[in-house]
């Protein structure tokens, strides 16, 4: 049999997990990334040269950040790795890269997707202004850039990543207004049985928590009805907390209320999707190991479902171990099963986190019809009920024929997930009924020159 | 107690189809439309959305004419225009000799009644000077233009539902039958008996026909789109060229949609993909003619199914086998202009039993000898 030919997309910590394994089976991935070096968005690397030490950058996860990164030396001349390239379509048994020298493709004969997450955005009055970030957004600018994203920063958010990035602000010496935490803090201690499945991870969740509160920053819990406002950008944030009104002087905020699984390729190829309630999303059906539903390929990290970058590194091992199973090559059957037993124990720790920080559907009930919720084709929250009712568009697709929800540059990587929850809520249907938009090629805008120049 | 007897089954939601269930309830029949999605998803809804009378095959003119007056009212008739723009459409010539093939379309054209102006060099070039240095010349049909396709046949279900059709989406047909005295259409639990059925299956329309003996060598057309992001407004026409390998235009919105070649489709699986390669190709033909796209990005490539016939004009007409029967199918990529009129032109033949443009081009019988069309899913 000649040398099967392996592709990986990502090189986060799933990616890079299955090259390592792949590699240790003797064969050559392919691993394609958009970044210019491995570690994907939770260990994005600076610039070359920038020079900051993986403990400022990284905080508590240096250590494993530095792991990661140390995979790409260890792999060299083992794995094809293509940086700067972004893999914009998928079709039968191929994908159509788009990188530094210009368009190609790849052929595979199994794939693996690593595609990662991005932050998960909702709609809210000035959302839009200059100044706004998601706070994945103010995390990268901080860890790859070295740059704050204002002087005065507040933070809004549904997740663990909320007490994490002010955290990591405040180390960098940026004034914190405040935590503004859209979940009561009563789920917190909901969450917390399970949580206390990982007590070293709990415990760093806790500390970043104790952090904010020795320096002073105001937090708030069960935030509702955020609106930022200014003249031109971000001056201040209105919000209501325990009922009362409040307000905040800011000249950035960083906001985000979850994740979102990077499905796009996994649809592309034409894997299977369900709808999975936890993470209120529709992600590719999966076996434990990461087996799609299409042969030979298969998904892991937090672009199958949202995990964390710990289950992501587990994930990718597990799923290059069902690949090398699948095409018949040797692989250690004990790993493959420890593998799946450790995913399986983060899994209650994952469950914990998401009782401590359920969805705030306030955020959807609340969003007034007058607010943007595609910005790239400047769709306001009205127009979609509009469609969702009296046009009766059922779900996502049929509204974004409508109304151009989800159709301009981002694709609906942005807003699909915030149009679905409008959708749905406006119909009175579950939130599964809403579908998903389909993805098109590209994932990711395309220029028009570079595809003749080949 | 049995299910009702409808006057009239119609099979396929595009925009033919929902205006045709429109103008029967407006007759006063009773109407049960029977799509196996949803309204306007299939080629009404994924073609590049000219409204154009320009280059059309002759015997198609006088059906396109009609139509044409139905888009202008389109606001009374479905409650919303559509996006419809009159902006003109012009076909594009890029050598000697299709300068030559748009002055002959353009004489011919005057006896139908469509009123062309040619003009070539610099003329071109003052008029447009968006265009190319690689465009010999242009023929304009001033009052062609665009429309959003997502929107039209939608609208029309609408207002046929208003009006008081059934319209029964994501209801598949597996069969249908005439039992001598009216037609069994077999749609789960969305089938439905009636005493007429009109085939607006686009490219499953062969497969309608070939129920009732009726063999048609339908093929699937799958047209490559391309849409750029929004750009600021320069193209203020619609575009085509001669050999139709390009066409493009410009929404109000900014983007430029442009298309050309074809995509990949699997009908019996009902799948269809855009093809990169293809894409490509149209982006240097597109580049030709509209140096300005240079820097701009693609945000999003499609295709979807339509029925293309050998001689690329549609079937239109009553069943030759089938008493009851009406088809319109396979328009060959050109259909979406024609929808309104289709609409008034199937109530005719399904109430009156005839009408008065002239369909007999485009009868079934010119197929009699071809084998069923196959099975799709």
Known sequence: MAEPRVVVVGAGPAGMRACAALAEAGLRPVLVDEAARPGGRIYQQPPDGAGRPARELYGLEAAKATRIHALAPALAGRIDHRAETLAWNCFADALDLLGPGGPSRVEFDALVLATGATDLALPFPGWTLPGVYALGGAQIALKAQGCAIGRRVAFLGAGPLLPLVACQYLEAGVAVAAVLDATPFLAKLRGLPRMLSAPATLAKGMLYVARLRRAGVPMFFDVRRPRVEGRGRVERLRFEAGGVEREVACDALGASFGLRSETQLADLAGCRFEFDPRTRQHVPARDAAGRSSRRHVYVAGDGAGIGGADAAELAGERAALALLEDLGLSFDANRAAWLEGSLARLDVFRRGLEAAYPFPEHMVRDLDDATMLCRCEGIAAGALREAAIAKDAGEVNRAKAFTRVGMGRCQGRMCGRAAAEVLAMARGEALGQAGRLRAQPPVKPIPMLPGLLS | ?377
């Open chain 2, 1 to 377: 107690m049995s299910a009702p007897v409808f006057d009239v089954a119609i099979i396929g939601g595009g925009t033919a189809g929902c205006a045709a269930a429109l103008a029967l309830r407006q007759r006063g029949m009773s109407v049960v439309l029977l799509e196996k999605g949803a309204c306007g998803a299939m080629a009404s809804g994924t073609n590049f959305g000219g409204v154009r009378r320009q280059g059309r095959d002759f015997r198609e003119m006088p059906l396109a004419t009609r139509s044409r007056a139905l888009w202008d009212r389109l606001p009374a008739v479905v409650g919303e225009d559509c996006e419809f723009r009159a902006t003109g459409h012009i076909k594009l010539a890029r050598d000697e000799a299709e300068m030559a093939e748009l002055e002959r379309y353009a004489r011919e054209a005057r006896d139908h009644g469509l009123e062309l102006s040619v003009v070539g060099g610099n003329a071109v070039r003052a008029l447009y000077p968006w265009l190319g240095p690689k465009v010999a010349g242009a023929s304009l049909c001033a009052d062609d233009g665009q429309a959003n396709p997502r929107l039209v046949a939608p609208a029309y279900a609408r207002a046929a539902r208003a009006a008081g059709a059934e319209i029964r989406e994501f209801a598949k047909v597996e069969s249908a039958r005439w039992t001598g005295s009216l037609f069994e259409v077999d749609a789960g639990p969305a089938s439905a008996r009636a005493r007429r059925l009109v085939n607006v299956a686009g490219l499953w329309g062969g497969e309608v026909a070939g129920w009732f003996g009726e063999g048609v060598p339908i093929r699937p057309l799958c047209p490559n789109m391309v849409v750029t992001e929004p750009l600021p407004y320069f193209i203020d026409r619609s575009i085509g060229v001669c050999g139709g390998n390009v066409y493009a235009r410009q929404v109000e919105r900014g983007n430029v949609i442009f298309g050309g070649g074809r995509g990949w489709g699997d009908a019996q699986a009902g799948l269809s993909r855009p093809r990169a390669d293809v894409a490509r190709d149209a982006m240097a033909r597109a580049l030709e003619i509209l140096p300005q796209l240079r820097d701009a990005r693609i945000i999003r490539t499609w295709t979807g199914f339509d029925g293309e016939m050998p001689d690329e004009i549609p079937v239109i007409g009553p069943s030759l086998s089938t008493p009851g029967l009406v088809h319109a199918f396979g328009f060959s990529g050109h259909g979406f202009q024609l929808g309104p009129a289709m609409g008034e032109i199937l109530a005719e033949l399904v109430a009156d039993g005839r009408t008065p443009s002239p369909v007999e081009p485009f009868s079934i019988g010119r197929f009699a000898s071809a084998p069923p069309a196959p099975r799709l899913t």
